[in-house]
């Protein structure tokens, strides 16, 4: 429950009618309900705030939102950008042990008033590792999604700036935002950042930022789920592997996994081909989910553009074979 304080203030601007402070004492009840980890409830309350009684449009409040998004000084760029979120645990195909591990940690998050009666965190910062396609913002946006927190992307491109200092205050608006607002912030393809930390060649600025978001990750102590990815995790020293909670590793679909991945992007399509079939499936092989996807969309447009009510197995391999041509 919100605190005394801001409960008299909400009622007696209700009495008063006077609408702004009315707003005011709501959005510290939504603030301080978000900070005991009540997103769903400060997320309805939300809803309640700028639905349609108080004549506030979601478009409108949106634009709310992402202008109070901090921007570099330097060029004026956002720092970081908000994302939809609308994708759920059932929407991703992973390996067991990482699907095991993505729903301990919603679920650790969702339970995070126990852990903390018990003097313990929810795991707060983590490392998605693996080859691009397999699903790590995926991944992040369900992890959003399953929280009802908002997913903000950092944009490492205006972060990192030419100027002498200004990485390290553009760091810090990051980590300031996400410390004030509960969010899942995901820091994509981190060791853009990191990787040139041992590099003998002198890049001053670079390694004075990478060890300004080092200090920041480890001196963080807000609510937001911190995500980093990477790609190549080979590049990642120790350093900055200690200071993550957990780390998820997104692999390159198996065999089982691809028939999964086919059957998921293929529902409600009418087939002539199984979702299962062994050989089908092998057509696949090495290719990462991302792929796989585009081409199943491309087997699903000939299939339109050809007049077809049925998907057929020459449509996948019209498809695949165009994949190739791009390679
Ligand atoms: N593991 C997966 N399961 C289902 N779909 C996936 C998976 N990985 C990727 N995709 C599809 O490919 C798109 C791009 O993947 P993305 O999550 O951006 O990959 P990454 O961040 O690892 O490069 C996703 O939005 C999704 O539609
Ligand atoms: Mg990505």
Redesign the pocket.
Same mark, same amino acid.
């Given at each position: 429950m919100a605190s005394g304080k801001v409960l008299r203030k909400l009622i007696r601007a209700g009495v008063e009618g006077d609408i702004s402070a009315f707003k005011a004492a709501s959005q510290s009840v939504i603030e301080e309900e978000r900070q005991k980890q009540h997103h769903l409830l400060a997320s309805d309350l939300e809803r309640l705030l700028y639905g349609a009684q108080m004549g506030i449009s979601a478009g409108a409040r949106r634009l709310q939102k992402v202008s109070e998004l901090p921007t570099s000084k330097d060029n004026g760029l956002t720092l970081l950008e908000e994302r939809s979120v609308v994708?759920e645990e059932k929407?991703?195909?992973?390996s067991d042990d990482t699907q095991t591990l993505l729903s301990e940690i919603v679920h650790e998050h969702n339970r995070a008033d126990v852990l903390r009666s018990y003097g313990m965190q929810p795991a707060q910062k983590l490392l998605?590792c &693996?080859?691009? &396609?397999? &699903?790590? $913002? =995926?991944?992040a946006?369900i992890i959003a999604h399953s929280l009802s927190l908002p997913l903000v992307i950092v944009r490492l491109d205006s972060v990192i700036s030419s100027f002498l200092g200004e990485t390290a205050s553009n760091l810090r608006k990051v980590f300031d935002y996400v410390s004030q607002h509960a969010v899942v912030a995901l820091f994509?393809e981190f060791d853009a950042l990191a990787k040139d930390r041992g590099d003998a060649a002198d890049h001053g600025e670079l390694k004075r930022s990478v060890n300004a978001v080092l200090q920041m990750l480890d001196s963080y102590r807000g609510e937001s789920l911190l995500i980093a $990815?990477t790609?190549y995790e080979s590049l990642l020293d120790q350093a900055v592997w200690r200071r993550f909670d957990e780390t998820l590793r997104?692999e390159l679909?198996n065999l089982e996994q691809i028939k999964r =991945?086919l059957a998921?992007?293929l529902s409600g399509i009418r087939r002539e081909v199984e979702t299962d079939d062994h050989e089908l499936a092998n057509l696949f092989k090495g290719m990462?989910?991302?792929d796989i996807?585009r081409v199943l969309r491309r087997a699903v447009k000939e299939m339109i553009l050809s007049g077809r009510e049925f998907l057929q197995r020459s449509h996948i391999d019209e498809a695949l074979k165009r994949e190739y041509r791009h390679k």
């Open positions: 994708r929407d991703i195909v992973l998605f &693996g080859p691009s &396609g397999c &699903g790590k $913002t =995926l991944a946006e994509d $990815t790609n997104f679909p =991945l998921l992007k990462s989910h991302a996807e």
